[in-house]
Every structure is written in C-alpha cells, then in structure tokens.
Nanobody
Framework: QVQLVESGGGLVQAGGSLRLSCAAS????????MAWFRQAPGTEREFVAT????????YYGYSVKGRFTISRDNAKNTVYLQMNSLKPEDTAVYYC????????????????????WGHGTQVTVSS
C-alpha cells in the first residue's frame, strides 16, 4: 500500500509561483514512478507532469511545458512540482499519483496507469 499527501497549494496572483510537495509512505519510494494531475470543476482530469523513479525521465503536459518542473528527492520520499508563471487557467485541484514498478525508467501521462492517489491540494490563480 502507498499513501500520498500533497501540500503547498494556495492562492497566488497570475505570474506568480508555487511549489507543491507530495510525501509518500508505505512502499519503497525509489520504486514509485510519480506524477501530477489536475482537475478543475466541470473538466476532465488533466495530466501535468511525471517523473520516473530514477529521476532520469520526465514528461510534461502541453499546457505547462516551459513553466512547470517536476523533481523528486528519494531520500525524503517526496516529489515536487515547481509552478512558475502561473495563469488563471492553472486553477484546479492538483493530485499526486504513484505507480509501483521495477522499471526505473518507466513513466506515464495516463491517469489510468496509476494505482495510488493523494487527496489533492487546491491551487487558485487570480487575475
């Protein structure tokens, strides 16, 4: 079993920055591929970013490329999402997701590929 807890959400003005954190427990973190997804009211869940458990492979959703950066600290069992140049359309609940794998290079932008999810943290960007 894997437990995920997000933190770092809040209210920020357009153009500002936030850093989200996701702390994992319950299973070896170094075997967890990690990802961030987001969902705004009335919309489908959208892929944001993912990182393989080795940290060597990352992939970003088109809408956040060049603005967001995913990273991980395996010693702290934590994955981060640095969000810069925030826009009102970034407003959503942000969810951390994890998938256990023995493949250190595996990652995915498909929500259905992830078995473990946090409860989400709200990010609101004002104009």
């Amino acid at each position: 079993q894997v437990q995920l807890v997000e933190s770092g959400g809040g209210l920020v003005q357009a153009g500002g920055s936030l850093r989200l954190s996701c702390a994992a427990s319950g299973r070896t973190f170094s075997n967890l591929a990690m990802a961030w997804f987001r969902q705004a009211p009335g919309t489908e869940r959208e892929f944001v970013a993912t990182v393989s458990w080795s940290g060597g492979s990352t992939y970003y959703g088109y809408s956040v490329k060049g603005r967001f950066t995913i990273s991980r600290d395996n010693a702290k069992n934590t994955v981060y999402l640095q969000m810069n140049s925030l826009k009102p359309e970034d407003t959503a609940v942000y969810y951390c997701a994890a998938e256990w794998t023995g493949d250190s290079s595996w990652y995915s932008g498909q929500a259905a590929q992830y078995d473990y999810w946090g409860h989400g943290t709200q990010v609101t960007v004002s104009s």
